[in-house]
Structures are given as C-alpha cells and as structure tokens.
C-alpha cells in the first residue's frame, strides 16, 4: 500500500480497485472490500499539509523502506524453501510432519532443538522436562503448588507453544483437550502449555515406534475416560 502512494496527493487518487489489491497482495484474506472503503475514505480526507521538499523527502525514505522490506520477504521465501528441501530428506520429517500444527518450519524447528539422537531421552517425561512444558510440583507443608518450569530450552518452549496453539484448528483432540482446560479455570497460555506438553509426549512416542500422528490413537483413550 505504502509503495502506490507515497505521496499524499499519490494516495488520495488510489481507486477502490488498487487498494483492494494491494491489501490482496499483502496476505489480507478477509473483509477486503469493508477495509479498501476506509482506507480509501481515510486518504480522502484533509490532512496537515508539509512543504513540498519535506514530502519528497519522506516519500523518498518510504521508497527505500519498502524496498528493504520487499527483499527481506524474498530472501525468507528463499530460505524457507532450501530448509523445507533440508528438513524433508531427514528420516524423521514424515513423522514430524504428521503432527498436528507442525509444517516444514515449525517441525524443523523442533527438530532442531531436540536432536535427532533416538536414546538422548529414555521416556516422554524426560523430553517434556527438557521441553519445560511438564509442570513443576512444589509443596511447602500443607500448601501445593503447580509451576511452570523456567529453567528450560526457550527456543524449544516457545516453538511447542506455537505448536500446540497451531494444533487448535488442524486437531479436533487437540481443540477439545484445550477447551477442557479453559474449562477448568486454566487461562490461555497455561492451556496452551498442558497441550503442548501432551503433543510433546504423542511425539515422542511416535518416534519410539516410528510410526505417524493418529488422531483416534492420540486421544481415544481420553474419549473413553470421559465417557465412562
């Protein structure tokens, strides 16, 4: 959008088509038409004006800044697709791309900062403690607490958090799993942190097996708890 009109007098001209198009441009997906109406109402109205050197000065650096930005974005396309070609030739990639919320970057990610030696964990709870998304129990006399974990691989606890809140909308277990917890009084990120510590243990056993994601295996025994 910056780069059609740089101007004032550039952007007051822009039609309803242009606007819409480069909102499309931009990744915009919804309400399209709704937001090209008040962007074009907004650069229709009076405005401050500047000196006329002043405005080519600005347009000059917005020229520039949109051009920075428009290579930054080429040059992450171009890296995401060499690591989604690295990542896709790994013996695991197939399981972790079968977990749910989990592409070529997250799931390499993940990968990455887990490793890929089969016996550095010997069970789940051991990954999940690695992972810091197992809870941590700490009991002072009669008093009990359950605490997130703060020593821990950050990298890795903020890819599982985005893991498991990408897991939402592609794992119907997964949604319901985390609306439970809401449920029970959790807020949203310690929600979010019970889930990817679930996800973390699917997957470890995935790996232990060398198997793939299974919707029903991965949550029909919850179905069969609530059930009952």
């Known amino acids: ?82 690591l989604a070609n690295h990542f896709e030739t790994h013996p695991d990639a ?13 799931g390499a990610r993940v990968l990455g900062e887990f490793g890929d030696d089969p016996n550095r964990y010997t069970d789940a709870k051991s990954r999940r403690n690695y992972a810091g998304t197992s809870p941590l129990t700490v009991a002072s006399g009669k008093k009990r607490a359950v605490l997130a974990r703060h020593v821990r691989n950050r990298r890795l606890y903020d890819a599982i958090d985005q893991w498991a809140f990408c897991a939402l909308s592609a794992s119907p277990g997964c949604r319901a799993f985390y609306d439970q917890r809401r449920a029970a009084g959790d807020l949203h990120h310690q929600a979010l942190r019970a889930l990817g510590n679930r996800l973390v243990g699917i997957l470890h056993g995935c790996l232990r097996h060398h198997t793939n994601y299974d919707e029903h295996t991965a949550w029909a025994h919850r179905q069969i708890t609530q059930a009952a």
């Open 94 to 106: 197939d399981i972790y791309l079968s977990q749910p919320g989990l592409g070529d970057v997250l």
């Open 1 to 82: 959008m910056l780069g059609r009109g740089l101007r004032p007098e550039q952007g007051a001209r822009l039609s309803l088509t242009a606007i819409q198009s480069a909102l499309k441009r931009g990744g915009r997906q919804r309400n399209i038409a709704a937001r090209a109406r008040e962007i074009r109402a907004a650069l229709g109205t009076e405005q401050l004006a500047a000196p006329a050197r002043v405005t080519a000065a600005f347009a000059a650096t917005t020229r520039a800044t949109v051009g920075i930005i428009a290579e930054l974005n080429r040059q992450i396309s171009e890296l995401e697709t060499t």
